[in-house]
């Protein structure tokens, strides 16, 4: 069992960065694969962000590219979303994914473990 805590979520203006914060516990952080996933008000969940076990491989998705940064630190068993050049569209739940054994898929389906959110409000 792995237990994911989010912090750093807030209101922000059009323009402006914030950094997520993941802190897990429960078992060897390095042996997941770690992501950011987010939900609009009636939207879906969408995939943000994934990172390898070790941090040498990223992927995100097209809509942050270039915008978002997701890093991990396995000494402190935290993984980061740095978000900058923040939208309105950014504006949603962000949840911390932990997956083990696998690459994490981008669907929110068959993701082993997820955080509770924490709120990104950008306003224009």
């Known amino acids: 069992q792995v237990q994911l805590v989010e912090s750093g979520g807030g209101l922000v203006q059009v323009g402006g960065s914030l950094r997520l914060s993941c802190a897990a516990s429960?078992?060897?952080?390095?042996?997941?694969?770690m992501g950011w996933f987010r939900q609009a008000p009636g939207k879906e969940r969408e995939f943000v962000a994934r990172?390898?076990?070790?941090?040498?491989?990223?992927y995100s998705a097209d809509s942050v590219k270039g915008r978002f940064t997701i890093s991990r630190d396995n000494a402190k068993n935290t993984v980061y979303l740095q978000m900058n050049s923040l939208k309105p569209e950014d504006t949603a739940v962000y949840y911390c994914?932990?997956?083990?054994?696998?690459?994490?898929?981008?669907?929110?389906?068959?993701?082993?473990?997820w955080g509770k959110g924490t709120l990104v409000t950008v306003s224009s």
């Open positions: 994914a932990a997956q083990m054994g696998e690459v994490m898929p981008t669907r929110p389906t068959g993701i082993n473990y």
């Open positions: 429960g078992r060897t952080f390095s042996n997941y694969y």
């Open positions: 990172i390898s076990w070790n941090g040498g491989s990223t």
